[in-house]
């Protein structure tokens, strides 16, 4: 018999409403996974009382007959970047720690109104500035997977969300919430053999979102397969008046539309995403997911990008830029931690509590922010990358003028071990090479696991979709999925 922790979220969904097990058994067995998983060190707060109310509410509906709401007995892990009422929220900073929000996020807010539960809040890199978890003052996440050609270090579960793509991998979530500034998402999805979406910049609200990069935050989710995605994002969707960058649009029926027949279809492929040192296994990967869109009926055409090059600085003059008026909030004096020792003024109350709040990686952006936006250097870096940004995304618009999807690798290597990285932040920033420019352009993305490397450890494809066309991405994303056959999981260490 399958475990129920083997479930995702459609086959979830689908058991409570059919009547093969109740939601609260699917509840009592995640918050079992959950509390047996502490050496990953995915979860900061387990919340097994939200999930069994949320399991306890659809079994009554359905004892009452009732029509079961979208995720109703489904229970999910909450980056921790999401306000929850009641709740701590820390954005994995210790500027936040003991921080309880008395309101809900309204991405939160949809999950649970179509009947999702909370198993806990998810580790992450802190305020979502990292790719492998290694920055979050609570202690890094582990990846489940292990190499299997002997090497023993810990692997790294990419980042921002982390503790969602290792959750969700180890089988302790069905599925989990993610942000995606330059490809938090899709990044650790490939990393640990998931699938994840960032949608169209502006689908899902930011509001109660702690916010990093306004112009590029973008909530998705991350779950074991494309149908899984689809259900769980429809949840989160939708528009919010209380964001100004909410697209007033309806939730498409992304579920049911998904198609993995690209008959009549054009898929580009970018020839600016070859990078110098890109391993050959992952080129070899790209062909091969090339293969199977044309097997499952779509035409294959080159496409070029040539501002692509110069995505990552523009990105890391933005990103940092927008993080450093937004982290300028946290001040010790309206909310979280407060530094101020007898006889301080104000300023050194200021100085200390952001010295001691913020972790290496916060200060290095918020100082390259600052720099960036000061008055002698605004026009020649940040007005400057701005330009630069419009010209990605009129790359884009000319590249969707003969093709409907680009394809592409999602990283340019496997996970590598805790610590290889995070000394050189110029090699760490080179993990978002292939994710950056679509989140410059506001698109919507997707990474399906494709295979594993020559050690075992999952890889990742990348589909890139137009502006709103959600569907297109899922449906590709589907044709990989069905011919790929990952069925590749972690063995279990913990």
Known sequence: MTALTDLG???????????????????????????????LNAFLVETPDHALAAADAADQARAAGET????????????DLFCTKGVPTTAASHILEGFTPEYESTVSQNLWNAGAGMLGKLNLDQFAMGSSNETSYFGNVISPWRRNDGGNAPLAPG???????SAVAARIAPGATGTDTGGSIRQPAAFVGISGIKPTYGRCSRWGTIAFASSLDQAGPMARDVRDCAIMLEAMAGFDAKDATSLDLPVPNWEGQLNASLAGKRVGIP????????????????????????????????VSLPHTRYALPAY???????????????????????????????QEMYARTRAKGFGDEVKRRILIGTYVLSAGFYDAYYTQAQKVRTLIARDFERAWEV????????????????????????????????????????LPAMSVPGGVDASGLP????????????????NAALAIEERAGFTARPAKWW
Do not use: H
């Open 271 to 302: 020839k600016e995403y070859r990078v110098n040192g890109m391993p050959a296994e992952i080129e070899a990967l790209w062909q091969q997911g090339i293969a199977w869109l044309k097997d499952a009926g779509a035409e294959i055409v080159d």
């Open 9 to 39: 979220i459609a086959a979830i969904r689908n058991g409570v409403r059919d009547g093969d097990f109740s939601a609260r058994e699917v509840a009592e067995a995640f918050n079992a996974a959950v509390a047996a998983a502490k050496p």
């Open 316 to 346: 890391y003059i933005i990103a940092p830029a927008e993080a450093s008026s937004n982290l300028a909030r946290y001040d010790g004096v309206r909310y979280g931690l407060r530094d101020l020792p007898d006889g301080a003024n104000l």
């Open 68 to 79: 079961l709401r979208p995720m109703a007995g489904v229970p999910i892990g909450m980056k």
């Open 403 to 442: 093709c409907d999807v680009l394809l592409t690798p999602t990283a340019p290597s496997a996970a590598f071990a805790l610590g290889e990285k995070s000394a050189d932040p110029l090699a760490m920033y080179l993990n978002d090479v292939f994710t950056v420019p679509s989140s410059l352009a506001g």
């Open 159 to 165: 980042g921002s969300s982390g503790g969602s793509s």
């Open 459 to 474: 890889l990742g494809l990348q589909v890139i979709g137009k502006p709103l066309d959600e569907q297109g991405v899922l």
